[in-house]
């Protein structure tokens, strides 16, 4: 029995790594839409929950984080790299801001804000590191021509609004993430009161055997669309073609050096964390999350609201974790 951590504190790292290694795929079978919306948010309420649990030692929360990374590697092997990007940067950002400021409703609200904004931002980082800034260039020369097929105003970057809006979104969804978790610990109190002892009902997750050959085909789709939209503007093809040329050299480099290289830090960080006798308590409990989840959706059953659902059963998971239904 690992004797510097509390149940407590096993059970919410053991909530965490099942959010980041196994919780969307299930959800998914359950059908839930926007998936990875709602799990990176989870993910933060866990860890604003594990700042007041490591108040009195918050580089406990690093541990955590690289005890999380081990087990994403283990479980998904095949996960891309900047989902291990986004996990770092979550428990490190957590560590720096309840570290030194403490835990409070400023500092949840901030957190939570800046986590997920940086989760949005990712997505247009990694689509520029690949494409290079052509491909905001193309899709703004491609919605300019639509503008002018209906006489419209064509002083208008639609790449710009887009990522203002799209990452507007995270950040607005991280403020009230944050406001509703700084409350939530005497919530769940209240809640875990009334909960059942949740028996484990395995539920089946297909497996997205085309998952990669689609991202092959997203590739080069976007690829043809920056090539005939250029060729469309410009009346030749020299742009599309060191679009092409510089994409092909990126994914090399990524894909035949960093990407080993990463992994093999991500192996050795792995096996370190495994001799620990932490890493076998927060797998055990892992594991009852993930046979229980389902037999959780089914308990919250009862509210009608799609939204309001998807909350109460976040909420429920983290009920069970900070005060397990057999204990209270």
């Not at 959800?27 to 929950?49: D, E, N, R, S, Y």
């Not at 208008?156 to 009230?176: D, H």
């Not at 620990?276 to 993930?290: D, G, H, W």
Request: aromatic share 16%; with cysteine; glycine share 6%.
């Amino acid at each position: 029995m690992d004797k510097q951590h509390t149940k407590e504190q096993i059970n919410l790292i053991a909530l965490w790594a099942f959010c980041e290694s196994g919780l969307g795929g299930i959800l998914h079978a359950i059908k839930l839409p926007f998936t990875g919306f709602f799990v990176g948010g989870f993910a933060c309420i866990i860890l604003m929950l594990l700042a007041e649990q490591f108040k009195h030692k918050p580089y406990q929360i690093l541990k955590a984080t690289l005890l999380v990374m081990s087990i994403k590697f283990m479980v998904s092997p095949q996960a891309p790299l900047p989902a291990y990007i986004a996990v770092a940067f979550q428990g490190l950002f957590a560590w720096l801001v309840f570290g030194v400021f403490g835990r409070n409703l400023l500092t949840c609200m901030l957190y939570a804000s800046i986590a997920l904004l940086e989760s949005a931002l990712q997505k247009f980082l990694l689509a520029t590191l690949i494409y290079g800034k052509s491909i905001w260039e193309a899709l703004d020369l491609f919605v300019i021509g639509l503008l002018k097929d209906f006489n419209l105003s064509q002083n208008f970057s639609f790449s710009y609004w887009l990522i203002i809006i799209y990452a507007s979104i995270y950040f607005l969804w991280g403020l009230f993430l944050g406001y509703k978790s700084y409350f939530l610990p005497q919530k769940l109190l209240k809640l875990a009161s009334i909960l059942p002892r949740f028996e484990p009902n395995p539920v089946a997750v297909n497996k997205k055997t085309k998952k990669l050959s689609l991202k092959w085909l997203s590739l080069l789709l976007t690829l043809v669309f920056i090539g005939i939209t250029f060729w469309l503007s410009e009346g030749t093809l020299h742009k599309g073609l060191y679009v092409f040329t510089r994409t092909l050299v990126v994914i090399f480099v990524l894909l035949f050096i960093v990407n080993p290289l990463l992994r093999m830090l991500l192996q050795k960080i792995s096996k370190k964390m495994a001799s620990e006798s932490l890493f076998a308590l927060v797998n055990k409990q892992m594991q009852y999350f993930t046979e229980s989840v389902q037999s959780v959706w089914q308990f919250s059953g009862g509210r009608k609201n799609r939204i309001g659902r998807v909350w109460y059963f976040m909420e429920l998971l983290l009920a069970i974790s900070l005060y397990p239904p057999d204990e209270n």
